[in-house]
């Protein structure tokens, strides 16, 4: 690393450190050396998930301005329903995109954390951005490649954006909190949002349009669930390290949410002697995944995780407050 970037980490280490302190006590190196081991994970995990937010709103515009907006299509969600009000209104596409998503945008502070909200006002933002500006070509005027590779190119994005921690289509905001209201599965509320929007479109539009809409969104959900790796509503991930217990405190005193602790033995360590260990399982949203993961990487980099597709669940906390 640069040795003048390394410098300013310090500096800005040990002024942290000494804000909080009582007395202004001067920092020592374990607490200095630990925060800028931490600010750096910060930094690179930031950096890919910008990168991931960047390249899903290019993928977003091309699936829009390509295919969709030349031909009249619409989509699901609330792209959809910037799309739908575009070809009934005056209103430019680039307005709509962001006038639509902004009670879903202030939703998401509540539900998923401000942390959240202010990436998808950004990715949002600068998804309208790229609409507005550039001039993507029209692929193709066929119906049938335009409702398909639209929908793939809109999913794209939304699943790249989803994997840099935010969202470019605010109705999974609202599925989440409705899940979490009613005890219904967040599959539900996204199928019932749509089913209105489709209707709308074949009362507005046609219905062949929004029998080709419906198509569009089928296309766009299956490549958000290949993008994210077959994420579902929620994933259960499994947490083994040699420190279980800095592991343990930051999922309750950081995150504010509760986990489980398996009692473990290891079948093999590096000197071939078994040795006990804690095993901690927890449940977490797919948009609080990459939090999670930045968490943990400040803790041990070398932490053996494992993760699985948890289709919905029941009781806890997952579904009744979210993570700090």
Excluded: W
């Excluded at 995109?97 to 949002?124: D, E, M, W």
């Excluded at 999974?172 to 219904?184: C, D, G, M, Q, T």
């Amino acid at each position: 690393m640069n040795p003048l970037f390394s410098k300013v980490l310090v500096d800005i280490a040990r002024k942290r450190i000494e804000a909080k302190q009582e007395k202004n006590r001067p920092a020592t190196p374990s607490q200095v050396a630990k925060l800028v081991n931490n600010i750096k994970v910060e930094i690179k995990h930031a950096v890919k998930e910008y990168f991931f937010i960047a390249v899903g709103v290019f993928s977003a515009g091309f699936g829009l301005k390509g295919f969709l907006l030349p031909n009249n299509f619409i989509d699901g969600g609330a792209t959809g329903i910037s799309l739908l009000l575009e070809n009934t209104t005056t209103i430019s596409i680039s307005y709509l995109l962001i006038l639509v998503n902004i009670p879903f945008i202030i939703l998401a502070t509540k539900t998923i954390g401000r942390k959240f909200a202010i990436r998808s006002i950004i990715a949002i933002t600068l998804l309208a951005l790229v609409v507005h500006f550039i001039d993507y070509p029209i692929i193709t005027q066929d119906k049938l490649l335009i409702s398909i590779f639209g929908g793939f190119f809109i999913g794209s994005g939304i699943g790249l954006a989803m994997r840099g921690g935010s969202v470019i289509d605010g109705t999974e905001v609202l599925a989440i909190f409705l899940s979490r209201k009613f005890s219904i599965t967040i599959g539900d509320v996204l199928f019932l949002i749509n089913l209105v929007i489709f209707s709308f479109g074949a009362y507005i539009l046609s219905i062949e349009t929004a029998l080709y809409a419906i198509l569009t969104y089928l296309s766009a959900v299956k490549t958000v669930d290949f993008v994210v790796d077959g994420v579902e509503e929620y994933v259960g991930v499994t947490i083994i390290s040699k420190h279980h217990e800095a592991m343990q405190h930051m999922l309750i005193n950081k995150l504010g949410r509760a986990c489980t602790i398996y009692a473990g033995k290891g079948g093999f360590g590096s000197t071939g002697i078994s040795y006990d260990k804690d095993i901690i399982y927890k449940v977490v949203t797919r948009l609080e995944l990459a939090k999670l993961n930045t968490e943990i990487d400040k803790i041990d980099l070398k932490a053996f995780i494992i993760m699985g597709i948890v289709k919905d669940l029941r009781g806890g906390m997952i579904k009744k407050k979210p993570m700090k």
